[in-house]
């Protein structure tokens, strides 16, 4: 209970600036505040979870061509 | 546990990306906030150079043992390397766009670099120069044995002895005061060493790759 109430807050007061200076459609939304900056950091966190997560496939595809060959 | 430094890689990637772009960095004019640059554009030319270090190592091991397996190492590093010395001088291009003005302009440090990288793109074309293995290995070997120094030469030396707008160069500072602060720091060593990682993994599978297609064209 404590922990949710502090995280309400915290968000309360990163999305106060947007509300104060807003002429009235701006809703409330973390990911709204500052210029918008945490959209771009979650896009960039996606594509770099893509492109790793294709690393790592593909460092498993040679891991399993080098057992085949080893077997072989 | 052979593949701790892929984890300690993919993590610190995700640190660069989000720290890079909320921690707070000093505020500059003209740079504004294209100073977060560092973490990304900068770290490319420190793998860049990573790379050619490797590459020129292997290169001399293979002249002192004349095995063809450093040869191959060192082309394989040399190539990650040019790809993330492209990755670099794009970027740089686009920063230098909307801080200094222009793509490109006169600069010893820009004209030094482009001149190293087509040192390193004759490398290329001369390893296709010809098909004997060994000759080739020996030719680039050598080959690289001179374009090494002089590529050090162009980055890190005739900058410094004129004026240069890059930083680190011409009496400026590289990382001095004025452009890292302690905050900088944080993301900044770990970004470089997120980003060498990376690269050094991607030239791991290549090396796998490149040994495993060796290997199946013996035993036909």
């Not at chain 2, 030719?139 to 374009?147: I, K, T």
Request: include cysteine.
């Amino acid at each position: 209970m404590e922990r949710n109430k502090l995280i309400r807050i915290i968000v309360l007061l990163s999305v106060l600036p947007s509300v104060t200076f807003a002429d009235g459609v701006e809703m409330a939304d973390a990911l709204r505040s500052n210029g918008k900056i945490y959209v771009v950091v979650a896009v960039l966190c996606v594509v770099l979870a893509t492109v790793l997560l294709y690393l790592f496939s593909i460092d498993r595809k040679v891991k399993k061509m080098e057992e085949k060959f080893k077997n072989k | 546990m052979h593949s701790v430094w892929k984890i300690i890689c993919v993590i610190l990637l995700f640190y660069t990306v989000i720290a890079g772009f909320l921690l707070p960095v000093p505020e500059l004019p003209i740079l504004n906030e294209t100073i977060r640059n560092l973490y990304f554009h900068v770290t490319m030319w420190f793998v860049m150079i990573t790379h050619m270090v490797i590459s020129i190592v292997y290169s001399i091991r293979f002249l002192t043992n004349s095995q063809l397996r450093y040869d191959m190492k060192a082309e394989q590093y040399s190539q990650t390397g040019m790809v993330f010395g492209i990755a670099g001088l794009i970027t740089g291009m686009i920063w230098a766009k909307f801080t200094w003005g222009a793509f490109w302009v006169n600069d010893t440090k820009l004209n030094g670099v482009a001149a190293a990288m087509l040192m390193y793109a004759a490398y290329f074309i001369l390893r296709n120069a010809t098909d004997d293995e060994n000759k080739r290995a020996k030719l680039s070997a050598v080959y690289l044995v001179f374009a090494f120094p002089l590529m050090m030469a162009f980055i890190f030396i005739l900058p410094r002895m004129t004026d240069s707008l890059h930083p680190g160069n011409g009496g400026n500072p590289a990382f001095g005061q004025y452009d890292l602060d302690n905050n900088m720091r944080m993301v900044f060593y770990p970004a470089i060493i997120a980003w060498t990682l990376l690269g050094l993994w991607i030239t791991s599978i290549r090396i796998r790759i490149k040994n495993l297609w060796n290997e199946t064209n013996l035993s036909e």
